[in-house]
C-alpha cells in the first residue's frame, strides 16, 4: 500500500560490522574504534560495532571484545552487534553491547553457507539468545538475508520471507531487517515483499538493509518510503559486503541516502559533514578510495559560483 513518506527516517550504520567483515587489508582496532568514535559524533542513534561471531569464520572482526572496550560510549548511542549463538551472546553481554542482532536468511542455501544451520535450525539456536539477551535488557533486531535474491537459488518468493518473519516474531525480536544482500533487488520486488509484509510485521518493527552492487539501492529506499518504511541500514562512504555471498558488494552509502533524504526535506538527525570525517578516517585506514558517490561528487551547487569560475 503506497503511504506517505515517514518524516523522519532512522539511518543504522553498519559499516564498522557489514564494511570491515569483508576487507581483506586487516584494520587494526584502534582505527576501528577511531571510526566508530567519529559516526557517534555524526549523529548516529545506532551503530553496528562489530560481530561476536567464531573467529575463524569472520578473522576481521576477531578483535571484537577490544574493539567495545576501546569505544567513547556517547549516551543516547546504541551500540549493537552481530550474535550468531549462546557462545556469541556471553561474549557481547561481557562486552556490554546495548543490542544483540541475530541473523538468518529467506534461502536455505544461504543459510547453510553463512551459519551452517537450516533456517528453522537457526530459529531454534536464537530462542535461547533472544531469552537471555532480553533478560539482561537488551533489544534485540533480527536480520532476514537474502530477501528478494540468493547467490545459489537466484529468486526468492515473497512467502519465504514472510514465512522466516512470523517466526522471527514469535520469538519476541523487536525488530526486522529485510536484505538485499547480494544487491540485487529492483522496486517491484521490494514492493512485493513489503506487500506481503503488510499487516503481519509492523512498519515500526522494519527496517530495509540494502547493497548497492548494482546501483539499486536508492529506487529501492524510495520504493520502500512509499511504503512507510522509516529505518535504512547504511554503510559510510559504501564499505561492505558479505564474504559468504558471493557477488555482494558494500552497502548503500550513509552519504548517498543521507543527500536524497536531505534533498527530500526527511530529518534524520545525521551531519553529513560529520558522516565525512568518518569515512576519512576509514578510507585512511583502509587505503583505497569508497565507492560513495556524494563521497566523490561533493554536495549539490549552492548556486553561488560566478559564471567565470572554471572546472
Ligand atoms: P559452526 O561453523 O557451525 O561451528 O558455527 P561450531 O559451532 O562447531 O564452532 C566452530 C568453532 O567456532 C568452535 O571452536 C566454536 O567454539 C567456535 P573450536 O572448537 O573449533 O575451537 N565458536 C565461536 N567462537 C567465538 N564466538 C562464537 C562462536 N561460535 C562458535 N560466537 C557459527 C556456527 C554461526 C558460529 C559460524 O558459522 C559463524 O560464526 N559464522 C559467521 C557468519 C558471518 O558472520 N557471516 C557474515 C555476517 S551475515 C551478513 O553479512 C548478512 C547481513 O549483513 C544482512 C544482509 O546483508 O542480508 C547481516
Ligand atoms: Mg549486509
Given at each position: 500500500m503506497t503511504r506517505p513518506y515517514p518524516p523522519r527516517i532512522k539511518i543504522v550504520e553498519v559499516g564498522p560490522r557489514d564494511g570491515l567483515q569483508n576487507e581483506a587489508r586487516p584494520i587494526p582496532a584502534a582505527q576501528k574504534i577511531a571510526f566508530i568514535d567519529a559516526l557517534s559524533a555524526a549523529g548516529f542513534?545506532?551503530?553496528?560495532?562489530?560481530s561476536f561471531v567464531a573467529p575463524g569464520r569472520i578473522?576481521?572482526?576477531?578483535d571484537a571484545e577490544e574493539v567495545m572496550a576501546g569505544i567513547h560510549r556517547r549516551p543516547g548511542v546504541v551500540y549493537s552487534a552481530l550474535v550468531p549463538n549462546e557462545k556469541g551472546l556471553e561474549r557481547a553481554l561481557a562486552a556490554r553491547i546495548d543490542q544483540a542482532n541475530v541473523f538468518t536468511a529467506a534461502s536455505e542455501t544461504f543459510n547453510q553457507r553463512n551459519i551452517r544451520a537450516s533456517i528453522a535450525e537457526s530459529i531454534e539456536r536464537f530462542r535461547p539468545v533472544v531469552i537471555s539477551a532480553r533478560a539482561a535488557g537488551l533489544r534485540v533486531r533480527a536480520y532476514v538475508s537474502t530477501a528478494f535474491v540468493c547467490p545459489y537459488e537466484g529468486t526468492i518468493e515473497p512467502a519465504a520471507v514472510t514465512d522466516v518473519v512470523a517466526r522471527l516474531l514469535d520469538l519476541g525480536v523487536d525488530e526486522i531487517s529485510i536484505g538485499d544482500t547480494i544487491g540485487a533487488a529492483v522496486p517491484s520486488q521490494i514492493e512485493a515483499v513489503l506487500d506481503a509484509l503488510d499487516g503481519r510485521l509492523p512498519l515500526g518493527q522494519t527496517a530495509l538493509h540494502l547493497h548497492d552492487t548494482r546501483g539499486t539501492a536508492l529506487a529501492n529506499v524510495l520504493t520502500g518510503l512509499r511504503r512507510g518504511v522509516a529505518i535504512y541500514d547504511t554503510s559510510s562512504g559504501g564499505l561492505g559486503g558479505c564474504p559468504y555471498a558471493p557477488g555482494a558488494a558494500g552497502n548503500l552509502a550513509t552519504e548517498d541516502l543521507l543527500y536524497l533524504l536531505d534533498g527530500l526535506g526527511?530529518?534524520?538527525?545525521?551531519?553529513s559533514s560529520g558522516v565525512r570525517r568518518a569515512s576519512d578516517v576509514i578510507e585512511g585506514a583502509l587505503g583505497n578510495a569508497l565507492p560513495s558517490k556524494v563521497r566523490r561528487a561533493g554536495p549539490a551547487p549552492s548556486g553561488e559560483r560566478k559564471e567565470t569560475d572554471r572546472e
Open positions: 542513534a545506532e551503530i553496528e560495532a562489530t578473522p576481521q572482526l576477531a526527511l530529518e534524520t538527525g545525521i551531519e
